[in-house]
């Protein structure tokens, strides 16, 4: 493989996974979701904990949102798998290891991950030489963005079924893309087949957080400027709904981040709870009419 055509994922999808795992070494049990298989694909080296960005108390918000997300997200799939759906679509998926934490659940799925060609190609390499391997139900989808690749084109040609339901998570995306951009992905994901459902992450305005909270996001902006990967996009909860039910969903709820701390965080002792601005939308296509997707 050409050098080029392999790149490591970018500093964020890094970043991500060594919160969760962070989570998992730092913060004491009950542990809201155990990950630390993204851990061993970054392999950022024995002192990975002494870096800027994994200091346990400065950003204990930010790694509370991450593992509150992932876990929301995994039990809404397999909640979903349950009632029959059959098909599972990370955007942007990074270092995602749901087909490796989970094989149980993710084996009965056709598990798509869509991402850049390079980290895509890293991943693929990374997940061989762990062992991991890549099993037949999960596609690695490359889409080359910059090129103008269409995902949905990418996704069609690796084998995904849109005539059948599916969950589709998009965590860490939206603030990165355009307003137009956002829309234009919920008119095509508004347009899956009866029975789907949409998790996706937005970031709430700066000026809806705590002064805290704001120091806090104001540094991670920074942090995404210099990475050349800078916010772009902030919706209030009304806002996000409207371009949801606007694209065409049929039923749409915002989760907010104070659901997740009274569903995941409550009664902790150590403070931790996600209050970093980042909250969910989840939103439903129409009801499906026939029977359940069991392929």
Aim: glycine letters at 10%.
């Amino acid at each position: 493989m050409a050098e080029e055509e392999c790149a490591e994922p970018d500093s964020t999808a890094v970043r991500v996974a060594l919160w969760r795992a962070l989570h998992v070494q730092a913060d004491p049990p009950p542990h809201v979701f155990e990950d630390e298989v993204g851990l061993r694909l970054a392999d950022p080296g024995e002192g990975w904990r002494l870096r800027g960005d994994m200091d346990p108390r400065a950003t204990r918000w930010f790694r509370a949102a991450v593992v509150a997300r992932a876990r929301f997200i995994e039990d809404l799939v397999v909640e979903q798998a349950g009632r029959g759906v059959g098909q599972y679509v990370v955007l942007g998926a990074g270092l995602d290891t749901f087909a490796q934490r989970r094989p149980e659940i993710a084996s009965r799925l056709r598990v798509f991950e869509v991402d850049r060609p390079g980290p895509q190609a890293w991943k693929r390499r990374r997940l061989t030489g762990l062992g991991f391997g890549v099993p037949d139900w999960l596609h690695l989808v490359p889409v080359d963005f910059e090129a103008g690749g269409s995902w949905w084109d990418r996704l069609a040609a690796a084998g995904f079924d849109a005539d059948r339901p599916a969950v589709v998570a998009s965590a860490g995306v939206a603030m990165y893309l355009t307003k137009d951009a956002n829309a234009a992905t919920l008119r095509r994901l508004a347009a899956l087949a009866p029975g789907s459902t949409l998790a996706m992450t937005f970031q709430l305005p700066p000026e809806l957080l705590g002064e805290e909270n704001r120091a806090g996001l104001r540094a991670a902006e920074r942090g995404a400027r210099a990475a050349g990967t800078p916010f772009i996009s902030f919706f209030t909860p009304p806002q996000m709904l409207a371009l949801a039910r606007d694209a065409g969903f049929e039923d749409v709820r915002h989760v907010s981040a104070a659901m997740l701390d009274r569903r995941y965080f409550a009664g902790r002792t150590d403070g931790l709870g996600t209050s970093s601005g980042e909250e969910l939308l989840v939103a439903t296509t129409r009801h499906r009419t026939g029977p359940p997707d069991t392929r």
